[in-house]
């Protein structure tokens, strides 16, 4: 079958094409007029990958295949003073599946997680930006080597949810969970990203006692932000009631 045979077969296979309007694509504006949820198999390892949800393809690239941890300016200073990613506390998830089982929460886009459409990636894109407080989110890489022993993955999560009826919230096929606290030890790089502007982000590669100085670098480089959209400015004030 010929590369563009092959296209045509998965996009019918996906189903109908996605409207041109939905919550994800008003909120990102560079994504097409129309994005198709695809899998596809590794040729080399087998496993059906998880697909670009319609975040900026530089973005994906980054995150794509890894394990992540997503957190604000706030959180990034307690989590370099505990030395380590503690499980929530607080009122702001405790019905969240990993909160409920003492686990930390990661997004995990490796080989167990599934394809989203735009409800789904709905749930979760706000932990690119407004579900954060400051400037940029903060996304840490966690080493999935170190993790393994401790890790629920996305797949192992979905069939708990279901089969115990978990009724609370969690991100269906991206999520993982951590059981206890994750040492800062296994955070091996960072990205920090724009919440107004997710094609614009930086890796930061260095040890994560230098990321707070190297999250005020690029703070002070981004441009003036734009006037706060109205959903953004209730979000705020709600999250601050919490």
Not at 30 to 48: K, M, S
Not at 65 to 71: C, F, M, R, V
Not at 102 to 128: I, K, R
Not at 171 to 190: L, N, Q, R, S, Y
Request: charged fraction near 25%; glycine fraction near 8%; charge should be positive.
């Amino acid at each position: 079958m010929s590369g563009r045979n092959a296209r045509e077969t998965i996009r019918r296979a996906a189903g109908p094409l996605l409207p041109v309007h939905s919550p994800i694509r008003d909120a990102f504006p560079f994504r097409a007029a129309f994005i198709v949820p695809l899998i596809i198999a590794h040729p080399q390892r087998g496993w059906i990958e998880m697909m670009n949800p319609g975040l900026p393809t530089s973005l994906w690239i980054q995150l794509e295949g890894k394990l992540w941890h997503a957190t604000g300016h706030k959180g990034l200073g307690g989590i370099l003073m505990d030395a380590q990613i503690k499980v929530s506390t607080g009122d702001r998830y405790r019905n969240s599946f990993c909160r409920c089982r003492g686990c930390v929460s990661l997004f995990d886009f490796g080989e167990e997680a599934d394809d989203q459409d735009d409800f789904m990636t709905s749930n979760w894109f706000p932990w690119l930006g407004r579900e954060h407080d400051g400037r940029c989110a903060i996304w840490l890489e966690i080493d999935r080597c170190q993790c393994a022993s401790r890790l629920m993955t996305p797949r192992v999560v979905r069939e708990t949810v279901r089969t115990e009826g978990f009724k609370g919230r969690f991100f269906c096929g991206v999520e993982a969970c951590h059981k206890g606290p994750i040492p800062a030890t296994c955070v091996v790089g960072a990205l920090f990203i724009d919440r107004h502007d997710p094609c614009s982000f930086v890796r930061c590669g260095q040890s994560i006692a230098c990321m707070l100085q190297e999250l005020e670098s690029f703070c002070l480089r981004l441009p003036e932000p734009p006037p706060e959209h109205p959903l953004d400015r209730a979000h705020r004030r709600g999250t601050a009631k919490q």
